[in-house]
């Protein structure tokens, strides 16, 4: 009997709608989505709220040369150069109502990609 509850659990698990994703009819939208493909599917938000990040984006390359001779055993020297720039990211919030049976959702999108879909609780009579 334990065993079939755990096949059954594991079963359920499986066959069940991944966590950060969200069904808009037959179509599964999650994290990587363009805000294009999400607009066709789930139709328009009922609030969108748009604004601009600043995100540090740093790059970083060495080369190190090791001294091979053994009287300075344990020696190098590394050259290295690092390139730090602000860059600007488009951030949009779209907020879904789709009734009091489902929960409402915010889809965060980062320069037109889905990034993130947080559950914000039960949703309103709808239209």
Known sequence: MNETKCLVFTLCLLLSMPVFALRCDRTLIQPGDFKEDVLEYCGDPDSVQSH???????NYADISQYNRNR?????????????????????????????????????????????????????????
Do not use: P
């Open 52 to 58: 601009y990040e600043k995100r540090a984006n740093v």
């Open 71 to 127: 009287r300075f055993s344990g020696n190098s020297i590394t050259y290295g150069q690092s390139n730090y720039r602000d860059v600007e990211v488009l951030v949009e919030e779209w907020v879904y109502n789709f009734g009091s049976s489902r929960l409402r959702k915010l889809l965060r999108f980062e320069n037109g990609r889905l990034v993130e879909v947080i559950s914000l609780g039960k949703g309103k009579y709808h239209r």
